[in-house]
């Protein structure tokens, strides 16, 4: 599966392996109400330059988005081990407000994205 990881500014980030993988995978994991960014091309970039005009104090790296809201999970940009937190942005929340959860790493976030999945589905 193609994937689409560039951010004009940030031309090496070191993606999470795991990270990586995922997105990669074919076909594409149901992970709804989320959906990963990656596979549309600019989407991380535009995602990117949006979170950094409205919090220029983060370094964000947006991967994913939350259907029902404007959450934005984003690994953080500051992290460059491999295996960076995964921060929730409520995009377009005042400034020192937009902080909604984190996740010790990618692996985290998704135990909890596929929980919130399962929900999800149960609700219809």
């Known amino acids: ?7 004009d500014d940030l031309p090496a980030y070191p993606y999470p392996t795991n990270f990586l ?35 220029p104090k983060r370094t964000l790296i947006p991967f994913a988005k939350f259907n029902a809201n404007d959450d934005i999970a984003c690994f953080d940009g500051e992290d460059l081990s491999g295996q960076p ?22 692996d985290k976030w ?4 596929m929980v919130q999945n399962a929900e999800w589905l149960n609700e219809d």
Do not use: C, R
């Open 21 to 55: 993988h995922f997105a990669s995978t074919d076909p594409e994991t149901d992970i709804e109400p989320w959906w990963l960014l990656v596979y549309n091309e600019g989407k991380i970039n535009n995602w990117y330059k949006t979170l950094k005009q409205l919090y």
């Open 110 to 113: 998704l135990e909890e994205a």
């Open 1 to 7: 599966m193609k994937i689409h990881l560039n951010i």
């Open 85 to 106: 937190h995964v921060l929730i942005i409520h995009a377009y929340a005042s400034e020192g407000w937009e902080l909604h959860a984190t996740y010790a790493s990618f």
